[in-house]
């Protein structure tokens, strides 16, 4: 046909007419047939060419309706009859293998069958008000409704699902691929359901009990574990829970329920039982070095919210519990009896050398086991901070250490260690937060090892300063360095001056130190009598210097220095005979030693002692016996030294006194008296007077403290001014606030010394408040 | 009281008990002045000034002497005397009498 002719033609709309209701009837019953046929797997007549055209023709003749419900009846039908009682027969093992074959027969014949009606699902399905389902899923609903919502059905296959479950649980083997096929067929038969959730069904037959199930069984399990094994056994059961589990996910079940599983793990294993873990674990684990375990338990804690922070707690806590038994240890020590003088030297030391110790353990323990968290390394370093602060004498100890280190040379270490030990002194140093106290301490002891040369290696000494500086500084360092410096050119200087005329006139053998005022912890001596000759070294050389330095004023330091005398003692006859009975009431005189000084002969040997010494012991030259008194006017050095002096003179080893006493107390006294010991004797030629330290440390420290108070009140006024030159007008608030900043690298400033500073600088006219505004402040330029 | 002393034995005059064989001794030295610090940058004369201090000069920051006998840093005072050639302390003209070495 061609079109050309129907243009005029009008185009008839084509409508059906609708078919009558027998040939529907008659229709319909073949394809019922056709139906039955292929739920009972034999041939038919047709073709289904020819089912098919039934079927378009059933729907165009508007006798879908019927073909519809039809297709439901038979459906049903074959359901409640044909399937349904094969579920009756099947028991305990093969109910899932049964249902297997079941839906893998159903949905393929469900699946042949809508090919055959395929115009309904095209046609009517589509046109349909209100809208219908097409027929697989329409099929998927009836086996859903009559197979597995039966209540027998229902019930067998969640108790086999489950049961299967828990029988692999038990490391049983089970057929897992039939719980694969139930569990994608109840993902099937979710995708039909009304809900909006498209996991619906699944979650409602299986699922829920599962997880419930699930959840049952890792409550009781864990407790079981927790009774039965120790901290590291069960971390590493959780690990294989969850590999199961995971295995079992994989295979057949979803990633949305392994997700909820997991949940469920973490809740139960870690969670609930996290704190028990770390309790029973922790200590252990860190006190036999299990790095390994440890990092297991953080591995296993990281999964669970507040894990970790359960973990660095319990670790910051464990660190407390440590280093606070160091400090009783110590103050044990300190407590009991009187302390020798090792023991007090020992004190700082081993204290320090133990927060190291900790420390090191501590921190491997971090790198090797905790993955080198930086939470856990701030709450490790908080902890030590407040340990370490939370001690006065901190700044005191360190110093000591590095001291102590120092003058032996670090000989315990490999020299290769060294670098890493000053490292991690340094390090230890960055968490004083009263950095100008150390430095206080530390200008201290470096000065006597430059003095008295202790140093062993003057390249350990440089390399701490230098690690100082870079931790703060070349400001905080500067007058160390200064320090070194002076040695420096003191030895060049002496170096020139033995070259001089004026030194070789000299018949005593000088030499001196030439130090930076500033940069010393000493300050300007008064004054002592130095017998002529003597002083007469020093005084030529101090032409010399300021002739070599103009503007400059040299002043001796008499509380420093030593010097080497020679020293005669040339025995006595006659003493013992004239003093016999009052000696013996007197303790600090020497009657012991002169019973038998008679038999001494003459002997000389060397003492080695500081200047104060030396100017006591020239007076005896000229006099045979001096009393305190006179020696005190005759010397001129403080009563306190001089007590000292004398103490160490005449109080030690009774052979080894250089001097008698004759006093009627335990303290000298002025009225006390002494002479030379002729008695004195020593192995040694040469020999060290001791002198002997401050009775009371206690008395030194608060001086030293004092010190660094006054240091402090300077600090701060010189940062109120830096800062207000700089910015002219400043709140109180403010000028508090980048005063602190400024000032915290050295210590912490207290806001009330701040304010104190600021209105004794506004008294001096640096700064002035505002007219109107009491809390605002002006420089005054 | 004195019944035990020895003062009877002869003093041995003509053989010192003591003879000083070497002395190491210890001296520090300081700038001659009579003010401390520095009237221009506040800091202690002994100490660099600010200014050397954050360059890290401190080594060459000496003081100077006025012929009014006042001291002050010789690098402040070289900056001062640009503006104003007074001493700040006494304002009298300003002539250098010595620079410390």
Not at chain 1, 331 to 336: I, K, L, N, Y
Not at chain 1, 584 to 597: D, F, G, H, L, R
Not at chain 1, 640 to 669: A, F, H, P, W
Not at chain 1, 731 to 744: G, P, W, Y
Request: proline share 2%; net charge neutral; charged share 30%.
């Amino acid at each position: 046909m061609s079109y050309k002719h129907s243009d005029s033609s009008k185009i008839k709309q084509y409508i059906p007419k609708r078919m009558d209701d027998e040939e529907a009837e008659q229709k319909w019953k073949s394809l019922k047939k056709a139906i039955n046929a292929v739920h009972a797997r034999i041939h038919v007549t047709m073709s289904f060419e020819e089912y098919y055209c039934s079927a378009y023709a059933m729907v165009t003749g508007k006798q879908g309706e019927m073909l519809y419900r039809g297709f439901c009846e038979v459906i049903s039908e074959h359901l409640i009859h044909q399937i349904r009682p094969l579920f009756e027969n099947a028991i305990n093992e093969n109910f899932l293998e049964t249902l297997d074959t079941v839906w893998t027969k159903f949905n393929t014949e469900t699946i042949m069958i809508r090919d055959l009606l395929m115009y309904v699902d095209r046609s009517f399905v589509d046109f349909h008000r209100p809208p219908v389902k097409k027929l697989y899923d329409v099929a998927l609903d009836l086996f859903r409704e009559i197979i597995v919502d039966y209540p027998t059905i229902n019930d067998q296959l969640k108790a086999f699902m489950l049961n299967c479950i828990a029988q692999e649980r038990q490391y049983a083997h089970i057929s897992w691929i039939h719980l694969k096929s139930a569990c994608q067929m109840l993902h099937t038969l979710s995708s039909t359901t009304n809900s909006g959730n498209k996991r619906y069904y699944y979650e409602q037959v299986f699922e829920g009990p599962f997880l419930r199930e699930t959840q049952e069984y890792y409550q009781t399990s864990s407790q079981k574990f927790l009774e039965e094994n120790s901290t590291s056994v069960y971390v590493k059961k959780v690990r294989e829970c969850f590999k199961d589990e995971e295995s079992r996910s994989d295979r057949y079940l979803d990633d949305e329920t392994m997700r909820k599983v997991f949940k469920i793990l973490r809740e139960e294993l870690i969670r609930k039982n996290m704190q028990i873990l770390v309790n029973n674990g922790l200590v252990d684990m860190i006190n036999n070095e299990k790095y390994m375990e440890l990092r297991d338990l953080y591995e296993l804690l990281k999964e669970v919210e507040n894990g970790l922070n359960l973990l660095a707690d319990s670790l910051g806590e464990f660190l407390r519990h440590q280093i606070s038994y160091l400090n009783e240890e110590n103050t044990e020590a300190c407590s009991s009896e009187q302390l020798t003088i090792e023991k007090q030297l020992f004190k700082p030391i081993a204290f320090i050398q133990s927060i190291l110790d900790v420390k090191d353990q501590f921190d491997t323990i971090i790198s090797r086991a905790f993955n080198n968290d930086t939470s856990f390394r701030h709450r490790i370093r908080t902890e030590f901070e407040k340990f370490l602060n939370g001690n006065k004498r901190s700044p005191e100890f360190l110093s000591l250490y590095i001291d102590e280190k120092l003058r032996k040379g670090f000989k315990e270490v490999r020299e290769s260690e060294v670098d890493l030990l000053l490292d991690k002194i340094v390090n230890l140093f960055r968490h004083l937060q009263e950095k100008d106290v150390f430095e206080r301490y530390y200008k201290i002891h470096l000065s006597k090892r430059l003095i008295f040369n202790k140093t062993s290696n003057m390249d350990y000494e440089k390399s701490v300063i230098s690690k100082l500086r870079d931790e703060c500084g070349a400001i905080f360092t500067m007058k160390l360095e200064g320090m070194f410096k002076d040695m420096g050119t003191s030895a060049d200087l002496m170096e020139e001056y033995k070259n001089t005329p004026q030194f070789s006139s000299s018949n005593v053998e000088f030499s001196v130190q030439v130090l930076t005022a500033v940069n010393w912890p000493y300050h300007a001596t008064t004054s002592i009598n130095i017998p002529l000759n003597v002083l007469n070294a020093f005084e030529t050389f101090k032409d010399y210097y300021l002739g070599k330095h103009s503007g400059r004023k040299l002043d001796l330091l008499v509380n420093q220095g030593y010097a080497e005398l020679n020293a005669y003692f040339y025995g006595s006859n006659k003493r013992e005979e004239e003093a016999p009975s009052q000696l013996e009431s007197q303790p600090y005189t020497n009657s012991s030693v002169n019973s038998n000084s008679s038999l001494i002969p003459t002997r000389k040997y060397q003492l080695i002692v500081n200047t104060y010494t030396m100017v006591v012991l020239l007076c005896f030259n000229e006099r045979e016996k001096l009393s305190f008194k006179q020696l005190l006017d005759e010397t001129k050095i403080p009563e306190k030294e001089l007590v000292r002096v004398l103490q160490s003179l005449s109080m030690g080893k009774t052979s080894m006194r250089v001097l008698c006493r004759q006093g009627k107390n335990k303290e000298i006294e002025s009225a006390d008296e002494f002479w030379l010991n002729d008695g004195f004797s020593s192995k040694l030629k040469k020999v060290r007077i001791q002198m002997i330290s401050n009775r009371n440390c206690l008395e030194k420290e608060p001086t030293t403290r004092e010190k660094v108070e006054e240091d402090r009140r300077h600090e701060v006024e010189a940062a109120i001014v830096r800062i207000m030159k700089a910015r002219k007008i400043l709140s109180h608030s403010e000028l508090i606030v980048e005063s602190t900043n400024q000032l915290k690298a050295r210590f912490n400033p207290d806001p009330i010394l701040i304010k104190r500073r600021i209105e004794n600088l506004i008294e001096r006219d640096y700064l002035k408040r505002d007219d109107q505004d009491q809390k605002l402040y002006h420089y005054i330029t | 009281m004195n019944e035990s002393s020895p003062s009877k034995s002869p003093p041995k005059s003509e053989n010192k008990l003591f003879t000083l064989k070497k002395w190491n001794a210890v001296a520090m030295w300081a700038w001659d002045v009579e003010c401390d610090t520095c009237a221009i940058c506040r800091v202690h004369l002994m100490e660099a000034c600010l200014r050397c201090q954050s360059d890290s000069k401190a080594e060459d920051c000496v003081v100077v002497w006025g012929e009014c006998n006042h001291s002050f840093h010789n690098c402040c005072m070289s900056l001062w005397v640009k503006q104003n050639n007074r001493c700040p302390l006494c304002q009298q003209d300003w002539t250098v009498q010595r620079i410390g070495q």
